[in-house]
C-alpha cells in the first residue's frame, strides 16, 4: 500500500517510520526543498494548491493523509473526488478555523473559555468590554506554536492588536485560571472503533511545548474520553486526533483540536503498545487498531533550536532520541526525547537529566 502525505516535517518522516515495517511506502507533497521526510519516501515539491501535482498525488497512491493542519481545506477537497483522503475536508476545515471549532464545542456541549469572532478592531474592543481583561486574542486559522496571537493584559495591550496579527479574522479568548494543561490522544477507525492514549501533562514556554509526561489513573480521563469522542463522531473522523485541553477547578475546558498526529503523543513510539503514528496509519489504511496501553511510565521533552550532543543523549538509561534531520534554527522543533522507566521516581530522574543537557547544549 503507498500512502500519500500532505506535508513533509517531522510528523510525516515519523509516519513514514512506523509504517515502513508493515509494508507501507510512501510520497510526500511538500514545497520545501529540504522537507524532512523526503529521505523516507517519494518528494513532490509543490505548493498544497497545485492542482496538476495534486493528481499526480493522487494517481500514485492508495489513500491521502496530512500532517498538518496548515494545509487548506480546498486541498483536501480537492483530492477527495480521485482517492479517499482521511480526516475528511470538513474535520479538517473545522480543526484549522479557531472559530468554527470553538462553536463545534459548545454545540456538542463542552465548556469553552467565553469566546467572540473579531473582524475589525472596533469587534475587538467591544469583545474586550463584554469577556474582560486578560484575554488571548488568536488568529482563526493558521497560529500555532505561539505564532499567530497576543495575550492582552491591560487596555494598553487592546489598542491596534487587531493590525499587530495582521487585520485578519481572529478570536478573542477569555484567559482561563488553569490548574494545569492536558491533552488526549485518540484514534478512530473507518469502522467507528476508538481508543484512547492516556491524558498528559504538557508543559509550554513561550507557546511551544517542551515536556509532556503521561498520566497514572488520572481522574479526568473518563471525562476527556467523552469529550472527545463526542468530536469523534460528528465529524465522523477517521485517524488519530488530540483534543487539549486546561484542567479547571476539578474539570475541563476545551482549548483546541489537532486533526493528526501530535507532538503531546510522541512519547508512545517507545511508551504504548502500539504508537500514535502506526494507529494512524491503521485507522486510515482500514486495519485493526492497536493497543494503546501504556508501558510502564513515560515522558517527552522536545528539542528546540539544537539537538544536545548524540553522544551524550543516548548515554542516558532508557532515553531513546529522535532527530529530525532538519537544519537548526532558534525557536524550531529539531528533534526529542522520548523517557521510559518503571517508577515515577526513576522518569523524573530521566528528565531532569535530559533538561540538564539541553541547557549545556
Known sequence: ???????????????????????????????????????????????????????????EVDLVTFEFESVPAETVA?????????????????????????????????????????????????????IGLPAVLKTRTLGYDGKGQKVLRDPADVVDAFAELGSVPCLLEGFVPFSGEVSLVAVRGRDGETRFYPLVHNTHEAGILRLSVVSADHPLQALAEDYVGRVLERLDYVGVLAFEF???????????????????????????????????????????????????????????GEVPPVVEVLGLDECHLHHYGKAFKVGRKVGHATLRCADRAGLERQIAAVQALQGQS
Not at 510525516?12 to 529521505?39: E, I
Not at 475536508?89 to 454545540?107: G, N, Y
Request: proline residues 5%.
Open 78 to 130: 480537492f483530492l477527495s473526488q480521485f482517492v479517499p483522503v482521511y480526516p475528511s475536508a470538513d474535520s479538517l476545515r473545522i480543526a484549522r478555523d479557531r472559530l468554527l471549532e470553538k462553536s463545534l464545542f459548545r454545540e456538542l456541549g463542552i465548556p469553552t473559555p467565553a469566546f467572540a469572532d473579531i473582524l475589525s478592531q472596533s469587534d475587538l474592543d467591544r469583545a474586550v468590554a463584554e
Open 246 to 304: 486546561f484542567e479547571v477547578e476539578g474539570g475541563l475546558k476545551a482549548n483546541e483540536i489537532a486533526p493528526r498526529v501530535h507532538n503531546s503523543g510522541h512519547w508512545t513510539i517507545e511508551g504504548a503498545e502500539c504508537s500514535q503514528f502506526e494507529n494512524h496509519l491503521r485507522a486510515v489504511a482500514g486495519l485493526p487498531l492497536g493497543s494503546t496501553a501504556k508501558l510502564g511510565e513515560s515522558a517527552m521533552l522536545n528539542f528546540i
Open 1 to 59: 500500500m503507498k500512502i500519500g502525505v500532505i506535508g513533509g516535517g517531522q510528523l510525516g518522516r515519523m509516519l513514514a517510520l512506523a509504517g515502513t515495517p508493515l509494508g507501507m511506502n510512501f510520497a510526500f507533497l511538500d514545497p520545501a526543498p529540504d522537507a524532512c521526510a523526503a529521505a523516507l519516501g517519494e518528494h513532490i515539491r509543490a505548493d498544497y494548491g497545485d492542482q496538476d501535482h495534486l493528481r499526480q498525488l493522487a494517481d
